[in-house]
Every structure is written in C-alpha cells, then in structure tokens.
C-alpha cells in the first residue's frame, strides 16, 4: 500500500519559515517525480514546485526565491522549505509522487501564515 505522508505545517508568523516533509512508503521515491501543491480556501489546487526525475525543477511564479523543493531518495523523503512567507502562502499543503503509471497523493498539512 502506498502511503505519502506530510508533516512540518502549521501557524507562522508573516516573514518567517516552515520546512515540509513528505515521507512515502510502498514505492521507490527515486522512480518518481515529486511535486508540492496547495490549495487554499475557495481556491483550485495549484502547483507550487516540482522536481522531475532527471529534469529541471519548476516553481509557481508568487513562489519564486522564496520556496525550495528538494528530495532525499535515499530517506523515501521530500522536503519544501518554505522561507519569507506571506499571508497569501495559507493553504492546505499536498505532496504528490507520480510516474507514467501512477499518480500519488498525501493527505495535505495546513500551513496558515498570520500575525
């Protein structure tokens, strides 16, 4: 059974910094290409980085210099690092792995951005 589990959201102040963390179990994390995504309130799920096998990360626009998407395959973890972040950043988190044949979701972890 394939299980993508996030973990690290939660309150932060405007300017400050959260790290996520996507632990998976039941596949081989290096065969597949990681991406975060976010959805807030009222709003579609949108992409905010993604790291293909082999290929050149990417990153939303508003997130730019601001957030980091890397992996530790050898861990079967990803990570976002999230730095200067902004009320407009308040959304539910979702890690996801897919190839050719799959496509993976975690269960998302709220990161709420707020004085």
């Known amino acids: 059974q394939v299980q993508l589990v996030e973990s690290g959201g939660g309150l932060v102040q405007p300017g400050g910094s959260l790290r996520l963390s996507c632990a998976a179990s039941g596949i081989i994390f290096s065969f597949f290409e990681l991406a975060w995504y976010r959805q807030a309130p009222g709003k579609q799920r949108e992409l905010v980085a993604a790291?293909?096998?082999?290929?050149?990360?990417n990153y939303a626009d508003s997130v730019k210099g601001r957030f980091t998407i890397s992996r530790a395959n050898a861990k079967n973890t990803g990570y976002l690092q999230m730095n200067s972040l902004k009320p407009e950043d308040t959304a539910v988190y979702y890690c996801?792995?897919?190839?050719?044949?799959?496509?993976?979701w975690g269960q998302g972890t709220q990161v709420t951005v707020s004085s």
């Open positions: 996801n792995a897919k190839d050719q044949w799959a496509d993976y």
């Open positions: 790291s293909p096998r082999g290929g050149s990360i």
